[in-house]
């Protein structure tokens, strides 16, 4: 079946530190895959997706670039802010079967300090 | 905001019970999904509805139902409640249910509490 990996977190940053979330997955065919921020006490937004390997997503200072020979999907910031703290959530939407519903990853919770 | 409604946004109740959440998708959207976020399984996909007809089945228990209406709002009913079943449950919306964008938008989500 589909499934999605990701790193335990907490992740805990200083501001303005370069941060790596892994993801990887695993899927039939070719998925589309995307990142999730949650923020507290909010629900789920998209922030940024790729639907075929190779292809970089970004949005906000962070991108991830899908990487099919590694079946990984990293998500990068060069520079986190404390406005960046949330729990972040990598997903995959497997195109092969009926089903359209993401698949989540158990979420990593970052957490930056000024 | 996302522009999905979800009610109540707080629910405390005791084990054996029954209790209907409901989810207003973003306007237009004719898919609805409905998750469960628990400490211990992460976000866990319980079912899709599209237009009102059920698409896709995840994680859902048997004691757990759910519908779309005529007018696309969805509602979750639990019944049977027991202790684990104290969650987040998530609607989210979007416009096809093939997903072709692939974006969902998540309410805010239903906190029920089961003691």
């Known amino acids: 079946g589909n499934s999605v990996t990701q790193m335990e977190g907490p992740v805990t940053l200083s501001e303005e530190a370069f941060l790596t979330i892994n993801c990887t997955y695993t899927?039939?065919?070719?998925?589309?895959l995307f990142w999730y921020v949650q923020y507290p006490g909010e629900g789920l937004q998209l922030l940024l997706k790729?639907?075929?390997?190779?292809d970089k997503g970004s949005n906000k200072g962070f991108e991830a670039t899908y990487r099919k020979e590694t079946t990984s999907f990293h998500l990068e910031k060069g520079s986190v802010q404390v406005s960046d703290s949330a729990v972040y959530f990598c997903?995959?939407?497997?195109?092969?079967?009926?089903?359209?519903?993401?698949?989540f990853g158990s979420g990593t919770r970052l957490q930056v300090q000024p | 905001d996302s522009g999905v409604t979800q009610t109540p946004k707080h629910l405390i109740t005791a084990t054996g019970q029954r209790v209907t959440l409901r989810c207003s998708p973003r306007?237009?959207?004719?898919?609805v999904y409905w998750y469960q976020q628990s400490l211990d399984q992460g976000l866990q996909f319980l079912i899709q509805?599209?237009?009102?007809?059920?698409?896709a089945k995840g994680n859902i228990l048997e004691r757990f139902s759910a519908q779309q209406f005529p007018d696309l709002h969805s509602e979750l009913n639990l019944s049977s409640l027991e202790l684990g079943d104290s969650a987040l449950y998530f609607c989210?919306?979007?416009?096809?249910?093939?997903?072709?964008?692939?974006?969902?938008?998540f309410g805010e989500g239903s906190r029920l509490t089961v003691l």
């Open positions: 997903a995959l939407r497997a195109m092969d079967t009926g089903r359209r519903a993401l698949t």
């Open positions: 306007s237009g959207d004719l898919s």
């Open positions: 509805y599209y237009n009102g007809e059920e698409r």
């Open positions: 989210a919306s979007s416009l096809t249910g093939t997903g072709l964008t692939g974006e969902l938008f």
């Open positions: 899927a039939t065919g070719y998925p589309s």
């Open positions: 790729a639907t075929k390997a190779d």
